[in-house]
């Protein structure tokens, strides 16, 4: 122990390995999920889409998603991370390579449809992995390492998906991306365990991961959960911010092409600036609160403060559309996108911080779903806002703003983050 009483970081580092796997598995669901966005203009051409059949496509990822979330949150509770996260990744790479065959608008929805249900899984299992894993006080940490893997993964796209389509065609890009999917699982199966049960666990390391106080870990049942405020604190602020992630990962492409006159080929590297600092966003907002609660901030201040740094980060990009220097927007758009992922690195961290542990993939779920359900109003309203008047203002306009009611309902809701009783769940303990 050291002179504040808090336990000192022991020798094995095998908990880091876990991060590792999660990091990696979620580049390879950013890799899959965005290539639709990258691939945009090159479908569009080819099968004369309009933007309300992009849209509509991308309604029905969003509603497979809100179901998926749902479902694989109570998955992870009940049969653990391990087989939960396989069962997941099976699903979506199956669907990823789907894609390769379809020929309709409709196809591409089924396709689309499958890919959710399997991806929705992503989440629910990683923040499962890091709850049993991590203590407290490194969670946001680990959280934001492995959520940097949406941003390499949103790297990886713009750079590998139009190689493989210029060479190959886009059918092909489909077939190849989908071998990720299949390797990871193997490394999974093979390494991941509960840290009780890991052979390359010291009880040094053990005792580490265990050093905060016990909590059941036995389900709790959704008609519990979604009668405390807490649940809806989390679940309101997803709503808010998730429809932003996802109208840049997919309408982002199709902004700097039509803004900028980018192509396929060109628009590469703007994607790969703005991800990159995504990808510090990330790290920063787990490492900040991390480090506002060691210098003795409650868990409380040390997340709020955080989360209102990255609201007032983005609310530049009100202004994108009336940038005309590209780098200089993407600047702007790169800011916004790494303080939403510093934001939600915060936010993922509130079900590990509320709730035992045999509710976390639960309520994680549930927070998944309802904001699965403010992306596919956000898709409907950017295919509506783009056909209709031709500009991206409005979106933006919404980005800018989301975030701070994200904040305001989760304070609302929840204003001293206390963690919820176990034995009465509408009550958080004093």
Known sequence: MNEAGMQAPPAGRYRWVVVALLFAATAINYVDRQMIGVLKPTLSAEMSWTETDFANIVFWF?????????????????????????????????????????????????????????????????????????PQKERAFAIGLFNAGANIGAIITPLLVPWLTVAYGWRVAFYATGIFGIVWLIAWLTFYRRPDQHPKVTQEELAYIQQDPADPVEPIGWGRLITVRET???????????????????????????????????????????????????????????????????????????????????????FAQSIDNLWLAVLVIGIATAAHQAFSANLYTLPSDLFPRGAVGSVVGIGGTVGAIGGMVMAKYAGYILDGIGSYTPLFAVAGSAYFVALGAVHLLSPRLARVSISQTDRPEP
């Open 232 to 318: 809806w604190a989390y679940a309101i602020g997803k709503f808010c911010i998730d429809p932003i992630w996802w109208f840049f990962l997919f309408w982002l492409p199709g902004y700097l092409g039509t803004r900028y006159g980018l192509d396929l080929i060109s628009f590469g590297p703007p994607l790969v600036a703005i991800y990159l600092l995504s990808d510090g966003g990330s790290i920063f907002g787990g490492w900040m609160s991390g480090r506002l609660m060691k210098a003795g901030k409650s868990v409380n201040a040390a997340r709020k403060l955080t989360m209102l740094l990255c609201a007032c980060a983005v609310l530049p990009i009100f």
């Open 62 to 134: 969003q509603a497979a998603y809100a179901i998926g979330y749902l479902g694989f949150g109570r998955v992870v509770d009940v049969i653990g991370a391990r087989f939960g996260y396989a069962i997941a990744v099976i699903v979506w790479t199956i669907a990823h390579m789907a894609h390769g065959g379809v020929h309709s608008v409709t196809q591409f929805a089924m396709a689309r449809f499958g890919l959710g249900v399997g991806e929705s899984g992503n989440f629910p299992a990683g923040i499962k992995a890091v709850t049993e894993w991590f």
